[in-house]
């Protein structure tokens, strides 16, 4: 089973920057989809940003598209993977809670809903971002 921990959170002024950390582990193939979320008390939660695995085909939500970049690094044993959202020309509007989630079930992203999976099969708890004005 996979399991997800974020990190990197906190808060910042209008125009700064943030990188999250997601830890993943527990794959059982190379094959799957991972997006980050970020969701608002009161608001439906939106994908920002989807990266396939199996193929590197990354999308983003027209909202964060030119600021905030999505990357990856494996450990060295390969146990655990670490995505980083960095964000960047923060603002107002991005304070939410983010969280990461993984699609093992369909390897690819959701092409209709930019930055979203097909189906999450598994979540993180989240790390709250907020931009001062």
């Known amino acids: 089973q996979v399991e997800i921990v974020e990190s990197g959170g906190g808060s910042v002024q209008n125009g700064g920057s943030l990188r999250l950390s997601c830890a993943a582990s527990?794959?059982?193939?190379?094959?799957?989809?991972i997006a980050w979320f970020r969701e608002v008390p009161g608001k439906k939660r939106e994908g920002i940003v989807c990266?396939?695995?199996?193929?590197?085909?990354?999308?983003?939500?027209?909202s964060v598209k030119g600021r905030f970049t999505i990357s990856k690094t494996d450990s060295e044993d390969e146990s655990e993977t670490m995505f980083y959202l960095h964000m960047t020309r923060l603002n107002p509007e991005d304070t939410a809670r983010y969280l990461c989630?993984?699609?093992?079930?369909?390897?690819?992203?959701?092409?209709?809903?930019?930055?979203?999976?097909?189906?999450?099969?598994?979540w993180g708890q989240g790390t709250q971002v907020t931009v001062s004005a």
């Open positions: 990266r396939s695995n199996t193929d590197n085909s990354t999308f983003y939500k027209d």
């Open positions: 527990g794959f059982n193939s190379p094959h799957y989809a």
């Open positions: 989630a993984v699609d093992e079930r369909y390897w690819y992203c959701a092409h209709s809903r930019p930055g979203a999976l097909n189906q999450a099969t598994a």
